[in-house]
C-alpha cells in the first residue's frame, strides 16, 4: 500500500535537514537546531500539546535519522550534534534496525469494536442475535458493547445493516503479521518483541504518528564517501522512484563521491540461473516444493515463526549478496552500499561481510537533497552491460518467477508456480500447513510485501507508478538467453 501522508513527509524531511547539516558549514549548530527550525516559536502548527512537546519528539527523530535508538538514551540533556559527533566516529552502523519514540507514541486505545449513533435500535437487532457472548445490550434504545463480555470476533459489525458498528484498531498492532508489538501494560505504548519482528517495515508505515522508525545508516555513508572508495548497489526496484532516468541517477551517485555504480539486477540474474539448477536438482530428487531466498523478511519469518518451513527455502544467495561478492571479488577493499527498498536487508547485511551498509530510497532522496544534487540535471551515464529484463524484474510480484523459468526454458512444463504476494496472518497459516504436504505447486516465490519490493517500506515513489517505470527498463533489457553470464555489471 502507497503511503504518502504528513507522517511520512516528516520523517523523509528529518532526514533531508540531517543530510544538509552534514554539508553545512557549521553542521553541529545547523544540527541541534532542527527540531527549533521545524517549530517556530509562536507557530500554531504543532501536533502535540505543545511546540515543545513537539521539539522533544523531533530530537528524537534526529536522533534515529543519524541511526540512534530512542530506548538507549541515557542523558535527556546530551545535545543533538554529541550524537552526530559519535556518529561520525563509530566503525560500525547501527544497531538494532527499529525504535520506538515513547514520546510520539499516542497510547492507542485497546483495538475493539464499538457502537456508534447510527445504530438505529432496529427490531431486527442481529447484532444481539449473532453475538456469541451476549455482549450486546441496549441502552436508551441503540446497541452497546459490553467490554468484559466482548470478544472481538466482529460478528455483530458484520451483521448490523446501517454499518452502525464499527472495528478501532492499532494500527502498527494490526499491520504487523507475526504479533510483535504489543502495548505496554503500564504506559500504554508500544513496545516491539526483537525476538518475533520480521523487520518487514509495515508498522513503520501505518502508524499515523510515525513513532515507529529505523536507525538510518545514512551518515555512515555520508562519512564512507569521502573516502571515494564507496560502490553503490542499485537495486531493481529503483525504477520510479526518483526523477529522471536510471543513467542520469547513476551520475547523481557518482556526484555525490561513489566511486562506482552496478545494478544488483546483475546479481538477479545469478540467483535465477542457480536457484533454477537447484529446483530442477531437487525437485527430481523428490522434494515436494522449494521457496525462494531473496525476501530477506521471509527469510526471517522462516527463522521465527515458521521453522517447520526452513527444509523447503531455497540455498540460493540473493541478488545482493551476489553482487556484493562480485564487487569485492574485483576490488577487496571496497565500501559496498546496498540501495533499495527494504528495512529488512539491514538484517541481512549484518550477517553478510561483503556489505557495509544499507541504504533506502528515502535516505538516497534526503542525501541527494543535502547534497544539492538534481538528478533532471545530471548528463546521462552511458551503459557499459546490461542486466537482462528477467533480472530487472525482481523488483515486482511473481519477476521471480518469471526470471527462473527463462533460465529453465526445456522444464517450464514442469514447474508449479505458486505466489505468496505479501505476508499477512492469513498467508502464514497457509505456509504453515505446507510442511504437511498441501502446498499446491512446488515453486513458491514468496514476497513480504505486497506487490514486491517496489512497494517496499523505504520506497518514495507510488508503486502503480513505480511499476509502469519498471516494465518500460525491463522492455528495453535483453533478455536472460541473449546473456548469460556471471559478471558483474559496471556502469
Request: hydrophobic share 40%; glycine share 6%.
Amino acid at each position: 500500500m502507497f503511503h504518502d501522508n504528513k507522517a511520512n513527509r516528516l520523517r523523509k524531511e528529518i532526514l533531508a535537514r540531517v543530510a544538509r547539516a552534514f554539508f553545512a558549514d557549521q553542521p553541529a549548530d545547523t544540527i541541534n537546531r532542527i527540531p527549533i527550525s521545524m517549530r517556530l516559536k509562536g507557530a500554531r502548527n504543532a501536533s502535540r500539546c505543545c511546540i515543545y512537546k513537539d521539539r522533544a519528539v523531533l530530537k528524537y527523530r534526529t536522533m534515529a535519522a543519524l541511526g540512534y535508538s530512542v530506548e538507549n538514551e541515557t542523558d535527556e540533556l546530551k545535545p543533538i550534534s554529541a550524537y552526530f559527533e559519535n556518529a561520525l566516529r563509530r566503525t560500525e552502523a547501527a544497531d538494532p534496525v527499529l525504535t520506538v519514540i515513547d514520546v510520539a507514541c499516542s497510547a492507542c486505545v485497546t483495538t475493539q469494536y464499538s457502537a456508534t449513533n447510527a445504530c438505529k435500535g432496529c427490531l431486527a437487532r442481529s447484532c444481539e442475535t449473532v453475538c456469541p457472548k451476549k455482549a450486546i445490550e441496549f441502552r436508551e434504545g441503540k446497541a452497546w458493547l459490553n467490554p468484559e463480555k466482548c470478544v472481538n470476533c466482529g460478528l455483530c459489525m458484520k451483521a448490523c445493516p446501517y454499518h452502525a458498528i464499527i472495528h478501532i484498531p492499532i494500527p502498527c498492532e494490526e499491520a504487523c503479521p507475526v504479533g510483535a508489538i504489543t502495548k505496554d501494560p503500564e504506559t500504554g505504548r508500544e513496545l516491539i518483541d526483537r525476538t518475533k519482528c520480521t523487520y518487514c517495515g509495515k508498522c513503520l508505515r501505518e502508524c499515523p504518528f510515525a513513532a515507529i522508525t529505523d536507525l538510518s545508516q545514512m551518515i555512515d555513508v555520508l562519512k564512507a564517501l569521502q573516502s571515494r572508495h564507496a560502490v553503490a548497489m542499485i537495486a531493481p526496484s529503483v525504477a520510479g522512484q526518483l526523477p529522471g532516468t536510471l543513467p542520469q541517477l547513476i551520475t547523481a551517485l557518482k556526484t555525490i563521491g561513489f566511486s562506482d555504480v552496478v545494478e544488483v539486477a546483475a546479481g538477479a540474474d545469478q540467483t535465477a540461473l542457480h536457484e533454477s539448477a537447484e529446483w530442477l536438482e531437487r525437485t527430481t530428487g523428490g522434494e515436494a516444493f522449494m521457496t525462494t531466498s531473496c525476501c530477506p523478511a521471509y527469510i526471517e519469518t522462516v527463522e521465527k515463526h515458521l521453522p517447520e518451513l526452513k527444509p523447503y527455502v531455497s540455498d540460493t544467495p540473493t541478488p545482493m549478496a551476489y553482487t556484493a561478492a562480485n564487487v569485492r571479488k574485483k576490488d577487496p577493499e571496497a565500501i559496498t552500499v546496498f540501495i533499495g527498498p527494504c528495512i529488512a536487508k539491514r538484517v541481512e547485511a549484518r550477517k553478510n561481510p561483503d556489505v557495509d551498509f544499507v541504504l533506502t530510497f528515502e535516505e538516497l532522496g534526503a542525501m541527494l537533497v543535502g547534497a544539492e544534487v538534481d538528478v533532471l540535471e545530471c548528463e546521462a551515464a552511458s551503459f557499459s552491460a546490461e542486466p537482462s529484463r528477467e533480472g530487472r524484474g525482481f523488483a515486482a510480484s511473481r519477476g521471480v518467477t518469471k526470471a527462473v523459468e527463462a533460465a529453465l526454458p526445456d522444464c517450464r512444463r514442469l514447474m508449479k508456480p505458486v505466489q505468496v504476494d505479501g505476508i499477512d496472518r492469513k498467508s502464514l497459516l497457509r505456509m504453515k500447513q505446507w510442511s504437511s504436504g498441501t502446498c499446491p505447486g512446488n515453486f513458491v516465490e514468496v514476497m513480504s510485501c505486497e506487490g514486491g519490493c517496489i512497494a517496499g517500506p523505504g520506497t518514495i515513489g507510488n508503486p502503480r507508478i513505480a511499476l509502469k517505470e519498471l516494465a518500460r527498463l525491463c522492455d528495453e533489457s535483453p533478455t536472460m538467453t541473449d546473456r548469460r553470464t556471471d559478471e558483474p555489471v559496471s556502469i
